[in-house]
Nanobody, 124 residues
Framework: QVQLVESGGGLVQAGGSLRLSCAASGRTFSNLGMGWFRQAPGKDREFVAAISWSGRSTRYADSVKGRFIISRDNAKNTVYLQMNSLKPEDTALYYC?????????????????WGQGTQVTVSS
């Protein structure tokens, strides 16, 4: 089992920045691929970013490419999502997810473990 706890969400003005954190426990973190997804009201949960177990490979949704950066610190069992140039359309509940294969996929079905989410609200 893997437990994931997100933090760092909040209210920010358009153009601002936030950094989300996700602390993992329960399994060897350095073996896990990690991802961030988000879900806005009335919409499906969508992929945001993913990072491989080593941190050497990353993948981003087109909507956040160039604005968001995913990173990880295996010594701290934590994955981060730095969000810059935020837009109102980035408003959503952001979820951290873990993939036992260690990959950096963009499909929800690859991730077997999920956190409870942290709310990000971007005002215009």
């Amino acid at each position: 089992q893997v437990q994931l706890v997100e933090s760092g969400g909040g209210l920010v003005q358009a153009g601002g920045s936030l950094r989300l954190s996700c602390a993992a426990s329960g399994r060897t973190f350095s073996n896990l691929g990690m991802g961030w997804f988000r879900q806005a009201p009335g919409k499906d949960r969508e992929f945001v970013a993913a990072i491989s177990w080593s941190g050497r490979s990353t993948r981003y949704a087109d909507s956040v490419k160039g604005r968001f950066i995913i990173s990880r610190d295996n010594a701290k069992n934590t994955v981060y999502l730095q969000m810059n140039s935020l837009k109102p359309e980035d408003t959503a509940l952001y979820y951290c997810a873990a993939d036992s294969s260690g990959g950096y996929y963009d499909r929800r079905t690859n991730f077997g473990y999920w956190g409870q989410g942290t709310q990000v609200t971007v005002s215009s």
